[in-house]
């Protein structure tokens, strides 16, 4: 958001209740800790921006499973959805959405004693890269990138283990699987990331934003001053670093 735009924020006061409802399978943004109790990214952010409101003792935020998400909004049963849902033509028929507050780039990623000869997707040329099959990342990668020769994967693991071993020169996927990938036990640091952040809103979406129904747009402008405010002050930065410490960008 532009630190300089000002949103103007409804009146707090005319929302009698504020519940969120979200999924306990979607870590790091929301899922159940060690105790049992909801966490994540999305539960941080759904407390600060009720902060923000001055509206913390009205909300809630309950988990559902994901087949009940939309019939809790429609029913009224809940205010708004912080799960992930993606932007699309059909889903904003549906509901409406706050601005996007956070964009999942598409990366590279290679070995660490790769020496691609440059610093840049082109210097990948000709070169054997590694992308789950028949995913958005997939076409994303044909789509812009035909120099490069795709091998696709089936599971996430076997792609990954190919790219330690040197059968692989690199892969491409989603930021936040590779930055979680890249600190793991698993990958033996071994590998980096290469080159900068994709994004394509054609593949990849708008990014993730908060759904409300949308007889409540009130609410959503609400929301969407809530949020800039925490851009501005560096709380949205401070909840970004304590969920994605590596980065995805």
């Known amino acids: 958001m532009d630190p300089r735009e000002r949103i103007p924020a409804p009146d707090s006061q005319s929302f009698t209740r504020i519940r969120f409802v979200t999924t306990v399978d979607f870590p790091p943004f929301n899922f159940l800790d060690q105790t049992g109790r909801l966490a994540g990214f999305h539960i941080d952010l759904a407390r600060a921006i009720c902060t923000e409101m001055d509206a913390l003792p009205k909300c809630q935020i309950q988990a559902l499973p994901w087949n009940e998400l ?134 990849l979406g708008e990014g993730l934003a908060i759904a409300v129904a949308p007889r409540n747009a009130t609410l959503a402008e609400a929301f969407d001053n809530a949020l800039a405010a925490l851009n501005r002050d560096g709380r949205f930065a401070e909840l970004y670093l304590r969920w994605f410490p590596n980065g995805l960008y």
């Open 70 to 203: 939309a019939s809790a909004l429609k029913t009224g049963q809940a205010e708004a959805m912080i799960s992930g849902l993606a932007m699309t033509a059909k889903s904003r028929v549906d509901y409406r959405f706050t601005r996007p507050y956070l964009q999942l780039p598409a990366r590279f990623a290679i070995r660490k004693d790769a020496a691609p000869g440059g610093t840049s997707a082109k210097a990948l040329a000709a070169q054997r890269v590694g992308v789950m099959v028949g995913t958005a990342h997939e076409a994303m990668l044909r789509d812009w990138f035909p120099a490069l020769k795709p091998v696709t994967f089936s599971r996430s693991d076997w792609m990954f283990d190919a790219l330690k071993s040197g059968n692989l020169d690199a892969v491409f996927g989603d930021g936040l699987q590779l930055s979680f990938w890249l600190s793991s036990q698993a990958a033996e640091s071994c590998c980096r990331f290469f080159d900068g952040s994709y994004f394509s809103r054609a593949h």
